[in-house]
């Protein structure tokens, strides 16, 4: 969990350089870059919000906490 709280916070700032509108989709192995999908359209927009709140679950810190919370809002509107 430790790994995957760190490839996140990772995640999580290239969601913020992307003006909060773009959620990470997916990627491949040997790409730099993960392809993304609009933060309000689709039917996974709630995965990337949903792995942070786990992560939040997991490991509690005001930082888990403002990444969750910033990755929900746009789903919220």
Excluded: C, H
């Amino acid at each position: 969990m430790r790994y995957a709280s760190v490839q996140y916070s990772i995640l999580y700032y290239e969601f913020v350089d992307s003006s909060r509108t773009f959620y990470p989709s997916y990627g491949y192995p040997l790409d730099d870059e993960w392809k993304s999908t609009t933060a309000t359209n689709g039917w996974t927009q709630g995965f990337f919000p949903g792995v942070l709140w786990n992560i939040v679950a997991y490991n509690a810190t005001r930082e888990s906490l403002k990444r969750a919370i910033d990755v929900t809002t746009p789903t919220a509107a």
